[in-house]
Every structure is written in C-alpha cells, then in structure tokens.
DNA sequence: AATGAATGAGAGTTCATTCAT
DNA sequence: TATGAATGAACTCTCATTCAT
C-alpha cells in the first residue's frame, strides 16, 4: 500500500510521475505505456513509482479521475457564462473540443479504458452525463429545451457527438489553432438546437405544409 | 507473407481462427487477446496462426474491416426498406444496436482500436461515414433534411449518438432482448429527428412570433 | 497449463530442466535458485521453462516427490536384503546417508521446503514414515522390535536420527568415500538397536540387579 | 558499521527491531521476510532498520544466537531438576518441546537457515550438542549410560529425535495446551532411555536365553 | 536517533514469432 | 497443411540498501 507523500520533495515526485504518464498514456496507450518509460520521462527511477502507486493500474485510474475533473470544470466554466442554452452549448462544445486539443490524453485514454479499468470507465461518463442531464432538466423548466425529451439519454446522445465530432477534427486533423474549425462549430450548434430545442409549430404542420 | 488459402480445410482453419478472434478480442481486448489463447480456441496449433495471418495486428486489421461489412450491410438493409426519412433513421439505429448486442466485439475492437491499428480505426469510421453522408445528402435533395446541414458532420455527430448511446444501453446495460428499450429508441429518434429534419420555420420565425 | 511434451526431444529438455533444478536448488536454495540459472544450466531459454513447469514453485514440488521416491527405493532395496532386523536397520541408515551424499538436494532441498511448499514437505515425510513405520510394526509381529513401542512416533524419532546425523557427517564434514564413517554407522546401529529392539530383562529387573 | 545502542531509547528500538523480526522470520521464512515488513511491526521508518543492525543477515545471525541461548538455557534448567538421567531426558524433551511451541521461530528459522547462514546455523547445532553431550559423557562416568557410546554422536542422534517429533507434533499438530500429546512424549522417553541407557545384560546373552 | 524518499538490480512470468519436422 | 518446441525480449513489480534531512 502505497501513501500520500509525506514530503515536499515526495510531492513533487509524485506530480511528475502523473504528468508523464498523462503524456505516455496518450502516445502509446496503455498496454504499451510501460512503467519503464513512464518512469524514465518523469526522471525517476522505477523503484519510485511504486512509492506513489500501487500498480500501472492504480496511476490509470487516478490519471481518469483527474482528468474527468479537469474536463468537467473546462465546460461547466464555459457555459456558466453564455446569455441562453443555445450560447451555452456552444461553449461548451467549443471548451471540450479545445479539452481535447489540449489534452489529446483525456481522449486517448478514455477510449482505451474499456478493457483496462471499466469502472474508470464507467465513473468517468456518469460523472459527465449527471451534470450535464442536470442542466438540460433545468432548461426544460426555463422553457428552453423541448419538454419531451429524457434528459438523461439525451445527455448522452450530445456527448457522443462531441466524441465522435472531436475525435474526426480534434484528434485526426485539427486547424491551426488546435480547434475544431468554425464550420464544425456551426453545424454542431446547429444540430444540438434542433435536436434539443423547442419546435415552433408541432409535427404535424409540417405534414399539413408539405402537401 | 501468407497466401490465401488453397483448399477447403485451409479455408475452414482460417475461418475457425477468425472466429475465435472475434471473441477473444472481445472479450479480453486487443492487448490481453494472445496468440495462444486465439489458437487455443480455435483448436489449432501456435504455429499453424502463421499460416494464414503475418501477425496479430494483420489479423485485427482483417476483423476490423470484416465487422465493419457486416455492421454497414445490417444498418443499410433495414433502413433501405423505411418509407421515409425519419422511420429510416429509426431502423438504421436500431439495426446498430440489434448488430452491436449480437456482436459486442465490433464495439470493443473499435474502441480499443485506437492505438493498436489507426489505420483501421480510420477505414471503418470513413466507410461508415461515407455512406451515411451521401444518404443525408441524397435526402436534403429530396427535401427530407434540412438544407443548411453539412451531411459530413451530420453524419459524424449521429454516428456519435448511436456510438455512445450504445455502449449506455446495449453494453452496459441491455434490456431482456438485448436491444435498446424502446423508451431510449424513441428518444434517439426524436433527438434525430429534430437535429437533421426540416422545420416548418425558419428559426428567426420563433422569434418572431415570440415578440 | 502445461502438459506433458509430446516428442522426445520435449522429454528431454523438461528431464534437462528438473537435473539442472536439482543441482542449483541444492547449491542455492529456493529462494537463490532463480529461473535464469537453472535454464542457463540446462541450456535453454528462459521462455523454455514455462512450456514444462507452471512455475518454479510447481517444479519444486515435482522435484520432491521424484527424490522423495528415489530415497525411498534406495532404502526399502537396501533394507529388503538384510536377514534380520538390526542389519535391516544398519543397511537402512547407509542406504539413505548414501543417498544423501550424492544428492546433497534431497537434504537441502527438504530442509528449504518449509516455507516454500509446506504441502511437499509433509507428503515427503509422511511417505517415508508410512513405510517405515509398517515395517516397525510387523518387526513388532516377528518379535523383533519391542512390543510397547508405538511405531509411528519411533518411526518419526528414527527418521530424525537420520536426519541430523546425515547434516553432520555426510553433508558437513564427510569422509572420502562420501558415506558417513564406519564408527558413526556403528553408533547409531547401536542407537536404533537400544532404541526399538527387544529387551532381555524387564527395566525392574536391571533396578533389582542395581542394588 | 553498526554500534550497540547508546541510549535507553536507541536500545528500545533495537529489542523492538529483534522481536519483530523473530514474528516475521517465522511466519514468513527468511527470504520473504522483507526488511519493510520488520521495520512496519516494530513501527520504525525503514531507514532505522540500519542504525542497529549492518544488514538483514546480520539480524538474521543475531537472532539464531539470541534463540539458541534462550532454547537451552530453558533445556538445562529443565533437565538440572531431575533426580535421575531418565528423568532428566525426559524433562530436557518437554522443555524443548514447549520453547518450540512458544517460539516456532526457533523452529522454522534454523531450518532455513541452510543456505542463510550456515555458519549460524553450525553454532545453533554444535552449541546444543556440546552441552548435551558433556551430559551424556557425565552420565555415562556414573553408570547411567551405556559405556560403549560415543557422547558426540548419540547427541546428534537424540537432538534428530527432538527435532522431528517437533515438527511432527508440535509445529504441525499441537495438542491443546501447545505441547506433545503426554503419549508422545512417553514413547520419546521410552526410545531414549533404551538408546543410551544401561542394559542389564549384554547383548549375547538374549542369544544365550533365547535358545 | 530517526525519517522517508530514492535507487536500480533482479526476480518470475508472458508472449509474438520462428522453425524443424 | 499442421504441429509443438523453442526463443528471448519485454513486462510488472519487489527489495535490500543508501542518503539527505
């Protein structure tokens, strides 16, 4: 069993080896991050890393964790600040794709949990869907998100699209600035308003028009 | 470098070795899938693997394009007979989660895919993508989808509905036929629905007839 | 799992690895006898190890019982051929120090097996006491061992005169032909003798004679 | 170089250190017992551990000697009680008995010690037999022992009978009150007293009766 | 006197791959 | 076509020991 650093000195050693591993993980993956290289980046021996951790597994799950929270407050800052839900989505979106860029790990590894840490798995999409769910609820209130829509699938269809969206033009070709170009970020919103805003006129006008 | 194999019983070896990749790798991922334990469930010998794959990574890659077949002609055929747009959105979604309670492997090798072979992570998105796309696009022209999207990324954010609702509710958590319940199939349809579907409005009418 | 080889030219490497074991656990002890250097011992490759033996606990134990058999023989063969009891005895004694000297493993190899492999070390012991101690008991039958005597706990008791005899003078401070001395043999026939064989005299009568 | 403990504290630390490890020896061998889990026990950092002692041989030797001295002071005290050898056997072999039930370290630790420390272990043994066998050689100046015994090897011998009725019975399967079943210890006493005790008449003469 | 961080060699074991038969 | 023996590099993890504080 491992404990919390007892020192200074003992702190810092344990910050470095979770930011190398962050850095290993997201090049190689987790079968092929060896604690040899994770060990070696952060400029310890490999004796070290089992001072702070128990296992390759353990700094997984960890590094999921922290990371989920990172993620998390990036979005939650980003759209606490938009005027509507429409501006609000936007930002959000723009502040997890600019996530990704930043920490291509968070994906990375996330992806590769499935068959390494389920749990970790797991515990990081709940996390993300609980609150983004929450926020849907309370739209739906304020009038501003369709009111037959289930907040909790619907949670989860939109952050699938910013995995998929993300990983096509964050990971695979990202533009200049390590965004997703604006386009994407147009037809984005676009899609979200429409999946989850209020329609004007019912279903069936549409029917009613169209004849 | 193998050949193809040049009578019967090869082509049954081979068949049997591809098969029981399917649910090892399924079962265990990519890294933790052995040779041994692929031969072993194949009732085959280590070496005779050699035989018919150069590698591990040859064989995964082989898979990857095999399910991806598969996985499209499902999607294609239930949503070519669909009278209009929106039921053939429904179908195509529910045949990718029927295909993914059947085939979990598809799912798993996909994700795990993301470090073991890129290349075959890339082609099975793209396929998938590709086919998707000209179908929105094909649609627009019909009047069914809403001219202003990009069927591209259209076709990438729904992919991302379908991918992550499924890990939710066919993999997690399947009901007793092993699809999705029917509550969260509607939902999808309905976040579908109003994503890529025309409005009877403009959105600035909403507006309008707010004030 | 492993399983038995399947060719002679298995055989023979797993017979090169349990020989090679044999000498390197007897000079090093369990614990020092690493893998490397009873493969490099027996000319094979690390790897090699694992297609015959699941572990080197597993090849410990295999090792036990094979020497736990051939001790066995050495003595009951040696033993058979005496006409009396005592002789039996002494034949007994010089079968097993003899053993001992030129598998110095069986000695060091039990004495290590304490913490290694308890379950190895009571099969060993108990099989040895089993057939000593139902050859005590039909002495016993012939008159030739005295009747009060519990042949089990004698059997245990010889069994330890054995044992820190055999430490002493064969494995300590041998002589040149390798046994223990003829002295030493002679005293602890005479040991065994007093210990088991009948006596003339009930012990009041030496009381009686005392006075 | 380590020095003997200079303070009242510094020599808590060390008896602390010493009784940890006889715990730890004994429970786990010595090669499993790591340095970590002695310092854990006797609640010391780790670092500590080398203020008293220069390795963990070192400690090991220390504490085959410091139980060596502890095993017969008990043994002589016990047997210096008794009015007669017989007796004095027979108490000498309860006392051993007990101290190995009480210390089972003293047990398992120089069985191990084979291949730790063979030179500790010679002492343990030739400690024990020298005072045991200055016994036999006192007892045999006043008749109580056969004459024609060799001293030095009849206490190998009897200290091989100790030492496997031990195991048997005391380390294996202790009765309730963590001795040898009385039984036992009536069949040792027994195989003992007719090992080195007088004999009424020479062995000829049961010939000579016999017939 | 005591701490706890750091070391790095070495352990057992697995595994994709090769090769002689 | 198929086998199974053999390889050896690489892996995770442990541990006795050292050292700065």
Redesign the interface.
């Given at each position: 069993m491992t404990s919390a650093p007892r020192t200074a000195r003992g702190a810092r050693t344990r910050a470095a080896l979770l930011e190398a591993a962050e850095h290993v993980f997201a090049e190689?993956?987790?079968?092929?991050a060896s604690v040899v290289r994770i060990t070696e980046r952060a400029g310890v021996a490999q004796g070290t890393f089992y001072l702070y951790f128990d296992s390759k597994l353990d700094l997984f799950d960890e590094l999921v964790d922290d990371l989920n929270r990172r993620v998390r407050r990036a979005m939650s800052e980003a759209s606490a600040a938009a005027p509507d839900r429409l501006s609000a989505e936007r930002a959000g979106f723009r502040a997890f794709f600019a996530f990704t860029a930043e920490h291509p790990a968070l994906y990375?590894i996330i992806?590769?949990a499935?068959?390494?840490s389920p749990r970790a798995l797991?515990r990081h999409?709940d996390r993300i869907v609980e609150g983004y769910a929450e926020g849907l609820a309370e739209a739906q209130r304020h009038g501003e998100v369709?009111p037959?829509?289930?907040p909790d699938?619907?949670a989860?269809?939109l952050?699938?699209?910013?995995?998929?969206?993300g990983?096509?033009w964050v990971l695979?070709e990202r533009d200049a600035e390590g965004g997703v170009p604006d386009?994407?970020l147009d037809?984005?919103a676009?899609?979200?308003?429409?999946?989850?805003?209020?329609?004007?006129?019912p279903a069936t006008?549409?029917e009613e028009?169209g004849s």
């Open positions: 190689l993956g987790y079968a092929d990375r992806r590769a499935e068959f390494v797991h999409y369709r037959d829509l289930d699938v619907a989860w269809a952050m699938g699209i910013g995995e998929l969206v990983m096509r695979w386009h994407v037809q984005v676009l899609l979200v308003d429409g999946a989850i805003g209020r329609r004007t006129a006008t549409r028009n």
